[in-house]
């Protein structure tokens, strides 16, 4: 009898570089051991997943547009959960990497592309906080709570980072 893959999920509530690059590394090194895997994004998770572009073509009411102008445009411009020093922590922790010969955050995040990493988008938070299909990754799928749940549900290991 063939043995069922191991899944992990893992819901991305944080904006913060750090913790961002924490969770595309478990979901890279579990996709890797063979493990399926999906990432279920709300709030401020949704920043990691914003497309590099600028998208001012896009419809959004007075209170999104300004949202929009003061969060970062991309992964790579998020701010370190502690010690950012106006984004000077950041850049120091890049450069570390740099130094070390490690992938930065955008690296990360593009191999789980290329994997078969499931990207959710919580629809509620994306419409609270302004967000279109548009300006985050193609391969995100907007869900409700409960379709997240259910797959939380079926899954072996759960992650709230």
Known sequence: MAETKKRLNLLVF??????????????????????????????????????EQENEELEKSFLEKAFSLFTPKEAEELPLSRMNMAGMGQFMLKKMMEESNKPQLKDFLEGARKKDIKFY????????????????IPELEIKEVYEYLEDALSSDIQLFI
């Open 14 to 51: 944080s904006g913060e570089y750090d913790k961002a690059l924490a969770a595309l590394i478990l979901a890279n090194g579990a996709s890797e051991m063979g493990m399926d895997v999906t990432m279920f994004f709300a709030f401020w998770g949704l920043l990691v997943l914003r497309k």
């Open 121 to 136: 988008g919580c629809k509620l938070s994306m419409e609270v906080m302004g967000f279109k299909e548009e300006e985050l």
